[in-house]
């Protein structure tokens, strides 16, 4: 997980999921993290629902809160979405942007991700930047191509000199129980830093890269374990204090 001056971060994605009465996760994952040294940060990003209950029974601890999604606009008639500003002003301060399953399932081009990465920007949000190929594609070859392509188009200019994250989930690893071998993360992890080092000089030893496919308790330690690993965006194992607890502690010891 060497890479530089870059913090950690164990990021929990719950997807939609989660009942008010999920905050007690929340409360027992904040608990929680009073056992584990400080070298990490950690995040939950509850679905819209939850995220004013679970900022509110987060506060004071060290487990930090975001939303999964933003609207690229700061307020207008468009029904049903969120803006950057409304996640702000509820005490959140991350949203993930770009996720696979808002490409697939909404339609969402990196040019629509650099303009919502704009709008977290504007509204002094952290984005988790999310990239990452389709089986069809890592088949084909075009790993490479691809996740170069969505890093130039989904990351804006006005990145430069501001807190941005960058998760890379291999789509055909997402919720299938597959995972990336440490060589194909290892590859594309160093590619991306590389990217990001050419594009924004000085900066990129400071922007944690994620893994963001599969990762749960039993695989946490050696997929941190890979240089330029900064840490994971977990979807399934997030959604149980003691899963989640337990791959940041593989991320605090691998630090």
């Not at 890093?151 to 006005?158: E, H, M, N, T």
Request: net charge negative; aromatic share 4%.
């Amino acid at each position: 997980m060497e890479s530089g001056m870059v913090r950690p971060l164990i990021a929990g994605n719950w997807k939609m999921n989660g009942l008010s009465s999920a905050c007690e996760t929340i409360a027992e994952v904040a608990k929680g993290l009073e056992q584990y040294s400080d070298a990490a940060d950690c995040l939950i990003c509850p679905p819209a629902t939850l995220l004013s209950k679970v900022t509110e029974t987060a506060k004071g601890s060290r487990l930090k809160t975001g939303a999964q999604d933003c609207h690229s606009a700061a307020s207008g008639a468009h029904t049903g979405d969120v803006s950057a500003e409304m996640i702000a002003d509820l005490g959140a301060s991350y949203v993930i942007i770009g996720h696979s399953e808002r490409r697939a399932d909404h339609g969402e081009t990196s040019e629509i991700v650099a303009a919502k990465t704009e709008a977290a920007f504007r509204a002094g949000l952290t984005p988790i930047i999310c990239i990452g190929e389709t089986l069809e594609e890592r088949e084909a070859g075009r790993t490479i191509e691809v996740v170069s392509e969505q890093l130039a188009g989904s990351i804006p200019a006005s990145a430069f000199g501001k807190a941005f994250v960058v998760a890379y989930e291999p789509v055909w690893a997402i919720g299938t129980g597959k995972v990336a071998s440490t060589g194909q993360v290892g590859e594309v992890h160093d590619k991306v830093r590389e990217i990001l080092g050419e594009r924004f000089p000085g900066q990129a030893d400071q922007t944690p890269i994620l893994y963001g496919g599969s990762m749960k308790p039993d695989n946490a330690a050696e997929l941190l374990a890979v240089e330029n690993v900064d840490g994971g965006l977990i979807g399934g194992a997030s959604l149980k204090a003691e899963d989640f607890l337990a791959i940041y502690a593989a991320c605090v010891s691998a630090k």
